[in-house]
Structures are given as structure tokens and as C-alpha cells.
């Protein structure tokens, strides 16, 4: 705000901007209808990096998991994890892990309490389940108790 009651957006790199005064000339917006549009303005560039933000993110996880597709199940101790080629992807702190069915496998983190993880190491389905059967289509069939299956796509 300068001493007249004017108001400038400011932005780094760019000039100063007239945005509103104090008071209004006839025709022109009052302050608060410019600030309320200022506000409503910045929060869709915030949402639209936002979603640019996830969309790297997830483009990225993507190619980390297309590059760690051939990792294994491996023990140590009595702990199971997941590795690839040297490389310890997921560390060993689960009970079992099955072998991977495209990007996602099964693990039992207690006694008979299965679910399904990615291969980096994200849980996917939470381990509450008595089985878990992972198709190659990233179909999983989930056995609540025995007769009760639960099916979802992943």
C-alpha cells in the first residue's frame, strides 16, 4: 500500500500492479471484492501445482516401480522384505511375503492376518485378511473368513 490508500500486487520478477484503493472512484471494485477475486485466483494456481506436484510424484513411482519389478522375497532371521538384484527394497518386517504378481505381492504382518503391498513398499490393502489371492490382471480376491470373499481392482 502506498500513502495515497493504493493497493499493488507484487510479484517476484514482475512490476507492481494496481489492484484496489481505499476509495473506490465510481466503476471500479472496493477493496474487499478484489481481494476476495485475489484470493479465489491464487488458490486455483495452488490447486493446479498441487495436482502437477502429485502427478510428477506418482509418474515418478511409477518408473521406480517398473524399474524394481524383478524384486524377490528374501528372509533374514525370522523377518521376510523384499529385494532386488543387491538392492533391499522393502526391509525385512514382515512375518511372510509371497512372490510378486506384477507390481503388488502379499505379505502376513501377523498370524494369518494378510494384505497386499506395491513393491516399494506402499500398503495397498491393510493386513486384516485370513487370504489373499493376487490376480495378473490386478484383480485381488480377499477371504474375510472362509465363504466371505471380498473382490477389488487395483
Keep these: 500500500m502506498d500513502g495515497n490508500g493504493n493497493y499493488y500486487q507484487v510479484e517476484k ?3 507492481k500492479r494496481y489492484v484496489a484503493c481505499n ?3 465510481p466503476g471500479e471494485a472496493d477493496f474487499h471484492t478484489v481481494m476476495d477475486r485475489l484470493k479465489e485466483e ?3 494456481c495452488a490447486g ?3 495436482q502437477k506436484q502429485l502427478q510428477e510424484e506418482e509418474r515418478k513411482r511409477w518408473k521406480r516401480l517398473e524399474e524394481i519389478r524383478n524384486a524377490l522375497p528374501f528372509r533374514m532371521g525370522m523377518k521376510w522384505g523384499l529385494k532386488s538384484g543387491e538392492r533391499i527394497v522393502v526391509p525385512p518386517r514382515y512375518r511372510k511375503i509371497l512372490p510378486p504378481v506384477g507390481y503388488y505381492c502379499a505379505y502376513e504382518e501377523n498370524a494369518c492376518q494378510w494384505g497386499v503391498m506395491a513393491l516399494d513398499g506402499r500398503v495397498v490393502v491393510e ?3 485370513q487370504k489373499v489371492e493376487i490376480d495378473g490382471d490386478g484383480t485381488v480376491r480377499l477371504t474375510v473368513i472362509p465363504g466371505k470373499v471380498k473382490t477389488i481392482k487395483l
Design 127 to 129: 493386513a486384516r485378511y
Design 42 to 44: 491464487a488458490g486455483r
Design 48 to 50: 493446479t501445482a498441487r
Design 13 to 15: 520478477g514482475k512490476g
Design 23 to 25: 476509495a473506490p472512484r
